[in-house]
């Protein structure tokens, strides 16, 4: 092979040059394999910057990247995702991160205190990337408005916030806020409207104080380093070849260079934004040995109109500059724009602004996507590319149907480079409409994409020209020719309509195998886009002839800012001591948060000798491990070890949080494809894995293969001991004695976590000790099975946590996982031993949210009154116990939701799969099972006809009232929530004016629905309701406090602080938490279940007291003193200044034989209104309101809390309507990342958004009469399902489907779209063939 060397310039640079934080870095010898992520967080230290996903799909590891350009004379600043950007792409140019804008000890930059203040973080994850979003957006634009900032979040995802407070804080930099704050006194009017902070209460009823802000002012902004614009051309044009093992970067001056290397070596591959090679070397794990960059080729980086009226894209040209370039064009021109105005709507909903920043249309094109969403209107308005080659010379070459060849696969050589793409003008009575429809509106790949041309007769309106373009109906985009060719000379009518979707209907072929599944859905999608775009023609012909339908899609989504407002009490008593109970005070580790300061396990510093681990998993769901051969990988000098079974005795092999039902390393057999076989240590990270994919498994597979709820109920594959039964009264008698019995059932999926910090451990043996700091929200249950696994003593095992970035019951269990051949590494090895999950790993195999059958069988009285009900509940539980029994228990004792039912049996049964072991998840078990009892109401009313309302409100528990478990409901406030949530949405007049919309609107329907929720607060069982705290007074009156749960977000610590600083009567800012250790707070339970405020909460007073008590002699003694002086003084008399707190909590009286006794300790109630509006021909929807009302006593801090009610919504909401877990029917997990598994967006929030505190409800039992508020709140987000379902039963009236009809959780686009049955439904369905295995099943 020839030596590319050869063939180079003898004036190129080898050095990598460019700026971090105003500082400038030299990188003498840059690895093209290195992302910009890696090296600012492992070569630089910057760990500010996160890895959420390692594909673009998060926005944790944003940054800004400035360059100057030179014609231009100015600096250009782009947000961009490090972990896609390639470190090589980066030379003369200046990288800023978060610790680079301001910091805690400095100066915070005002992105960073506002999102802090106005609690837009919690667990602080997703932080850095969303403050270097809106930094970026700030640094481009003097002035913004709401959509700008909106467009900006795009990339980021948050799993915590439900996003409505970051939005709050950020929108005090629009205009018209700054404008306000900076003409103090003036009386102008304020364009906020309503917004307008003038108008709002006092600022200490307000959840943040905005007018304390630092005022924003871009000119204190750092300068861009003079040396990159002095030395301008020699960092931007100067040929670059950057050398690496596996791969080498070269940058060519010229287009001659850049041919002549392609010529020379075919398998050089092009590379400009990275986005899509970045991602087939991550997890395709393509090596590519040549990448050549086109960004210092003048003709590859312009934009231009030619004179033959087409706009020419340079190939090199990224998104958003194409973007900006045709929105300056389409307003300069009014004339030929049509398409270009489909584009720049394409683009709008095209990934997020990182990607769009560095993503090329020609890396779009040359990708080949079937599912593009550019490609289609690209063969829809024919646009030519320029191909040259140094053999051929320059060519056109036309984008048809016959340029897509087959599966990302083009009609380019691999010795040819594109240059540039014409996209045309388009004429007067042409028509061009583009349409995407994909799980989430917001950077999302689509489902189907299509794009439609027609051109009419000026006179006639008869078609003369068409083309019908759709992405995501085979393996290529595609013309669909034949339906094209039969509209020409067709009117534009009604006719038309049945002539396309007959053609279509025949032409497009899918059947239920196709890749990417849903195939009746994205027939139909075909179908109602195409009307969609005929009633548009058809507007544009007739002068809006036919209403209500929006000429683009069914509804503008994004054009409204959203609204909020916030109802809670602050107590008179607080308002001015340093007694904070009851006061928003900020998370405290917020601004750490903003500033990138805070640290979470995989940024601890690498160590001397550190190792990296990488665990080994089964490619087989259920098989026999017929050998296991590691030789291969342990060729490679930097791989040190391989530890599998045979490096543990056998019954030291074994782990699990209630049964040791797994194996730390599968032996013989693999029950699920998450089965760890072994782990692999390696020098480097990248060593690890690439040898894991080295070690040799081989297998013999073992049947039955069971994925599904119905397989395992086909197979009787139980858990033994299973069902779980409860029951109370008399069951046949009820169901005797009814007038009505009515049965059904209700299906829910799985439900990833998707936790921002992925799954880490890091281990450290020092002499015969052993540190291991994860990321887990039981460290002591770590340390316990570490030490097992490793024959030693607990007291030499200590487990650390100081943060973890959002648990949500994903991490209570499931990091064992991990953290176990992470301790046996680090124990047997002496080394430090670190290990991250992947984002892909990740998925699939820490478990989800278990998928739920539910069967159910009501009996009710012609009032509606139910009688008894029967549930019979099946959760796959995967392939171990994990904590499956108590979740199942939970469901079971919240299937009455918030009715009484006096006879009620329910049979809990855990299927057992070769699934990854499903796990906890906020809610546990209840936000399935209480979906239960809802649809048992919905479907009494449905039989009687009467309103849903009314069955709920005479179900209702009242005071005193026995639950089926026979637990008396004591101060319970379910009425009084339902009461004022009808009366703060004004649910009577809204319902009135959603039936007024829905008689209006035939494909555009609007729902309106409440449900209540009842949340028992306790683990119950009595081993779990204790909790531990040490609180240390320094000589210097500072404080210190432990506490036995972590961190995760859900502002435990802050609340503990506040707790400490009440009880100790000091002021919050002399306390400190830093981190939960086994060796302060021993033997501690999981922090779960809600409980540990109340527990933890009861600890730190009780700590709290018994140094007061010590210190009371001292304050009696000098009473003027203040704290420092009488801790000074005990110090003095030789007082110990520590102290250990405990609580447990009062015994469980709940007898499981008998169902007698209390079980819960309380219960926490709420109730929701969401109102929603559907698009009856995609399915597609927006929730236009909720309302919240929820009972949390006096709440210990209304901003943390109103935060989770928030965030519990949001992540609710994502599980009942758009996260939708997809397993291959061989039980595969398929949805591996933000890329396929979609979790709510910004602009998914509900566009007005009110949640208030029930006030005057101060709860006896738990701690300063609070109550507990992670986990209840979620279920309220299944008002939007029930809104959803009104919607849909109201389009399906108009088609005239009037019976009931099931849905399944979650409600995605494509089972609303099904839902509305309609014409082209009917059309579709019986088009689509079986066609052998289906592509995806639900689990
Ligand atoms: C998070 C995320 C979201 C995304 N969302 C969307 C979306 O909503 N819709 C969508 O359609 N796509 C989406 N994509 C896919 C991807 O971003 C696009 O395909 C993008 O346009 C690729 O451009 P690029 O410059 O990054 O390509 P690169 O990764 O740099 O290159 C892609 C391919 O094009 C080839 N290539 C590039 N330039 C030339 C040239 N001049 N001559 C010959 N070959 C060339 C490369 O060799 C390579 O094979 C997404 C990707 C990510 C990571
Ligand atoms: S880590 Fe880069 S986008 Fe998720
Ligand atoms: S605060 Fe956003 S992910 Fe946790």
Redesign the pocket.
């Known amino acids: 092979m020839e030596n590319l060397e050869d063939f180079l310039p003898q004036n190129r640079e080898t050095s990598l040059v460019f700026f971090v934080n105003g500082k400038k870095v030299i990188e003498p010898s840059p690895n093209p394999e290195w992302t910009l992520l890696w090296y600012l967080r492992r070569k630089l230290q910057l760990t500010g910057t996160k890895y959420g996903c390692g594909?673009?799909?998060c926005g944790a590891c944003t940054v800004m990247i400035s360059q100057y350009l030179q014609p231009e004379k100015r600096v250009k600043h782009i947000a961009v995702?490090a972990c896609?950007m390639p470190l090589c792409a980066i030379h003369g140019f200046a990288v800023t991160t978060v610790e680079g804008i301001g910091n805690t000890q400095d100066r915070l930059h005002p992105v960073q205190e506002r999102i802090a203040k106005a609690h837009g973080s919690q667990c602080g994850f997703c932080t850095p990337g969303i403050v270097m979003s809106m930094y970026a957006l700030l640094r481009n634009k003097s002035k913004i408005d709401y959509d700008d900032i909106e467009t900006a979040l795009q990339?980021n995802l948050c799993r915590c916030t439900g996003y409505r407070p970051i939005v709050e804080g950020f929108k005090t930099f629009m205009e018209a806020w700054e404008g306000v704050n900076n003409v103090k006194g003036q009386n102008k009017p304020c364009s906020l409207g309503n917004d307008c902070c003038r108008l709002k209460k006092d600022d200490d009823e307000e959840l943040f104080t905005k007018s304390k802000f630092l005022p924003y002012s871009p000119t204190q902004e750092p300068i861009f380093p003079p040396e990159l614009v002095l030395e301008h051309d020699r960092y931007a044009k100067s040929f670059l070849i950057f050398r690496g093992e596996n791969v080498t970067w070269v940058r060519p001056q010229t287009l001659e260079e850049l041919l002549f290397i392609k010529s020379k070596f075919p398998e050089t591959?092009?590379?400009?934004?990275?986005?899509?090679?970045?991602?087939e070397v991550k997890f395709k794990k393509k090596i590519y040995p040549i990448l050549l960059s086109?960004s210092a080729i003048e003709e590859?980086n312009k934009i231009s109109v030619t004179d033959k009226k087409i706009v020419k894209v340079g190939?090199?040209v990224?998104?958003t500059e194409l973007q900006d370039f045709l929105k300056d064009y389409i307003q300069e021109n009014s004339a030929g724009t049509k398409t270009f105005k489909a584009i720049v709507d394409m683009l709008h909903?095209?990934?997020?602004s990182q990607?769009r920043n560095?993503?090329?249309?020609?890396?779009?094109?040359?990708?080949a996507?079937p599912?593009?969403?550019?490609?289609p209107i690209l063969m829809a308005c024919s646009s030519l590319l320029t191909i040259s080659s140094l053999d051929k010379g320059t060519q056109k070459v036309i984008i048809d149907q016959s340029f897509f060849t087959s599966y990302r696969k083009v009609k380019?050589t691999d010795n040819?480079?594109?240059?540039a793409v014409d996209i045309p003008l388009t004429e007067e009575t042409q028509y061009f409409k583009a349409y995407k429809q994909?799980r989430r509106r917001d950077?999302?790949?689509?489902i189907v994409t299509a794009a439609f041309n027609v051109k009419l007769d000026k006179h006639t309106n008869i078609v003369s020209e068409a083309k019908l373009c759709y992405g995501g109906m085979g393996p290529t985009t595609i013309c669909a020719e034949k339906s094209s060719d039969k509209i020409k000379g067709c009117y534009w009518n009604k006719d038309l309509i049945k002539i396309v979707f007959d053609s279509l209907n025949e032409e497009l072929q899918l059947d239920s195998s196709a890749p990417g599944g849903m195939a009746a859905y994205r027939k139909s999608l075909c179908l109602s886009l195409f009307f969609k775009f005929y009633i548009y023609v058809l507007n544009k012909v007739n002068n809006n002839e036919i209403k209500n339908i929006d000429d683009s899609r069914a509804y503008k989504v994004s054009s409204s800012t959203p609204k909020s407002m916030q109802c809670f009490e602050i107590k008179e008593n607080n308002k001015n001591s340093c007694d904070t109970i009851g006061k928003p005070i900020p998370h405290a580790s917020a601004l750490k948060h903003a500033t990138g300061e805070a640290i979470y396990c995989d940024d601890m510093p690498i160590l001397n000798e550190e190792l990296f681990l990488c665990l080994v998993f089964s490619t087989e769901s259920h098989a026999r491990i017929t050998s296991l051969d590691p030789s291969k990988a342990l060729l490679d000098p930097d791989v040190v070890a391989f530890f599998s079974a045979s490096d543990l005795p056998k019954e030291r092999n074994y782990f699990g949080p209630i049964f040791k039902d797994e194996e730390i390393f599968a032996k013989e057999i693999v029950t699920s494809r998450a089965h760890v076989i072994g782990a692999i240590v390696a020098k480097t990270e990248s060593a690890a894995r690439k040898a894991k994919d080295l070690v040799n498994v081989t297998y013999e597979k073992l049947q039955p293969v069971i994925v599904t709820i119905e397989d395992a109920i086909n197979h009787g594959s139980f858990y033994s001991g299973y069902p779980h039964k409860l029951e109370k009264g008399n069951i046949e008698e009820a169901f005797k004695g009814s007038n009505y019995i009515r049965d059904g059932y209700i299906r829910t999926g799985a439900q990833e976590h998707f936790y921002l910090e992925t799954v880490s451990a890091f281990a450290t043996r020092k002499e015969d000790e052993l540190e291991i700091i994860c990321t887990s929200q039981n460290p002591a249950e770590i340390a316990l099975l570490a030490a097992e696994a490793l024959a030693i003593p607990n007291h030499k095992v200590v487990a650390k946590v100081k943060r973890i970035g959002g648990g949500f019951g994903g991490k209570e269990s499931r990091p064992s996982l991990l953290a176990l051949p992470v301790a046996i590494a680090a124990y047997k090895l002496k080394k430090p031993v670190r290990a991250v999950f992947d984002r892909d790993e990740d998925m699939q195999v820490t478990g989800h949210r278990h998928p739920f059958l539910i069967k159910y069988k009501v009996a009710f009285d012609n009032n509606g009154k139910i009688l008894g009900a029967i549930f019979d509940i099946y959760a796959n539980a995967g392939s171990s116990m994990d904590i499956s029994c108590s979740m199942i228990e939970r469901a079971s004792f919240h299937v009455d939701n918030c009715y009484y039912i006096p006879n009620i049996r329910v049979n809990g049964y855990l299927c057992k799969t070769n699934m990854p072991s499903n796990t906890a998840f906020r809610g546990f078990g209840s936000p399935k099972a209480m979906l239960g009892a809802e649809a048992v109401i919905r479907d009494i009313a449905s039989t009687l006809g009467k309103s849903y309302e009314e069955i709920a409100t005479i179900n209702l528990y009242k005071e005193g009232d026995l639950t089926h478990f026979n637990q008396s409901l004591k101060y319970c406030t379910i009425s009084r929530c339902w009461h004022e949530c009808i009366d703060s949405s004004s649910y009577w007049q809204r319902k009135k004016m959603v039936e007024e919309y829905n008689r209006s609107n035939r494909w555009q329907k609007k729902g309106l629905a409440m449900v209540p929720t009842k949340y028992g607060i306790s683990f119950g069982v009595d081993v779990l309701m204790q909790g531990g705290a040490l609180l240390i007074i320094y000589k210097d009156g500072s404080v210190l406090l432990s506490i036995g749960g972590i961190e995760m977000g859900q502002g435990l610590f802050t609340k503990m602080i506040q707790v400490a600083s009440k009880a100790l009567n000091v002021d919050i800012s002399k306390i400190h938490i830093n981190e939960m250790a086994t060796d302060k707070v021993p033997n501690s339970v999981p922090t779960a279940a809600s409980v540990s405020s109340d527990l933890y909460g009861m600890a730190v007073i009780n700590a709290c007291n018994i140094l007061n008590e010590r210190l009371e002699p001292f304050k009696i003694q000098n009473p003027d003193g203040k704290w420092e002086d009488w801790v000074s003084a005990a110090h003095l008399n030789r007082v110990n200044l520590s102290a250990t707190g405990f609580y447990a909590a009062p015994k469980i009286e709940y007898n499981r034989e008998k169902n007698y006794g209390d079980l819960f300790e309380y219960f926490t109630y709420g109730v929701a209104c969401s109102e929603v509006i559907i698009d009856c021909l995609t399915g597609d929807h927006q929730v236009l309101r909720t309302d919240i009302v929820m009972d949390l006593g006096e709440s210990l801090n209304p901003a943390i809390d109103i935060g989770q009610i928030e965030g519990a919504f949001i992540q609710g909401y994502g599980f009942y309507t758009m996260e939708e877990m997809l397993f291959s029917p061989t039980g595969e997990v398929l949805s591996r990342g933000?890329?396929t598994y979609k979790i709510p967006g910004f602009s998914d929030i509900p566009k007005e958004f009110n949640v208030s505190l029930l006030k005057g409800a101060p709860n006896p039992r738990a701690v300063y009469s609070s109550k507990a508020v992670g986990e209840p709140p979620l279920f309220l987000a299944a008002s939007v399902f029930f809104a959803i379902k009104e919607a849909i039963k109201s389009a399906r009236k108009d088609a005239g489907f009037y019976s009931d009809f099931t849905l399944e959780v979650p409600a995605t686009c494509a089972r609303i779209r099904m839902a509305c049955e309609d014409h082209i439904t009917e059309q579709v369905k019986p088009t689509i063939n079986a066609g052998g295995q289906p592509w995806n099943v639900t689990s």
């Open positions: 594909e673009g799909g995702n896609l990339g591959k092009i590379v400009v934004g990275n986005t899509e090679i970045g991602v086109p590859m190939a090199a990224t998104l909903w095209f990934a997020g990607v560095v993503a090329s249309l020609v890396g779009n094109i040359m990708t996507s599912i593009s969403d550019l490609n380019v040819q480079v594109v240059l994909a950077d999302d790949i689509s933000p890329g």
